[in-house]
């Protein structure tokens, strides 16, 4: 008897649990490391636990890498252009890039996964990350962030049919 009622203590908590988490209400708008225009990561980021992969999804980075390689050897056209809304499955993803002096000089993320908490947190985290190395490699052939694969995936998506457009 003692197990069964320890049993459905446990379910109880553990549904309780899970309820609280998939209620949580996400911050509204855009979250402060990502205010700043310039190309530097904030810094109040310093227990970061998310790390880049080169090895993440071997499919992606192929079709990105062969893609990209020839828009790397090209002068893009000055201009903003946006990409399309990719499915990142938590959450969409689209990104602006700005193109100036034949260069990418910003990327924007204009859509990103926001609606739950854990994914606020996470993008916080590595939408920096991708836009810096956007703008280092001058092309979408970026790392991918691993614990934000999804995003990562969908950012070089959207980027290189933006760059497409360039």
Do not use: C, W
Not at 100 to 109: A, L, M, R, Y
Not at 124 to 152: R, W
């Amino acid at each position: 008897m003692k197990k069964i009622v320890i049993s459905f203590s446990v379910l109880a908590i553990y549904g309780i649990y899970s309820i609280g988490i998939r209620h949580q209400s996400p911050v509204i708008g855009k979250p402060a490391s990502l205010k700043n225009n310039n190309n530097t990561i904030a810094s109040n980021n310093t227990s970061n636990s998310l790390s880049t992969s080169s090895s993440s999804n071997s499919n992606s980075n192929s079709n990105s890498s062969s893609t990209s390689s020839v828009t790397t050897s090209s002068k893009y056209t000055d201009g903003t252009y946006v990409g399309p809304t990719e499915d990142a499955y938590y959450g969409n993803v689209q990104v602006s890039v700005t193109i100036s002096g034949g260069k990418i000089n910003d990327v924007k993320f204009l859509q990103y996964p926001n609606s739950h908490y854990t994914s606020v947190i996470i993008n916080q985290q590595a939408m920096p990350y991708l836009k810096q190395e956007a703008i280092q490699s001058q092309s979408s052939n970026v790392q991918l962030i691993s614990g934000a694969t999804f995003t990562s995936q969908a950012f070089v998506q959207s980027l290189q049919a933006a760059l497409n457009k360039a």
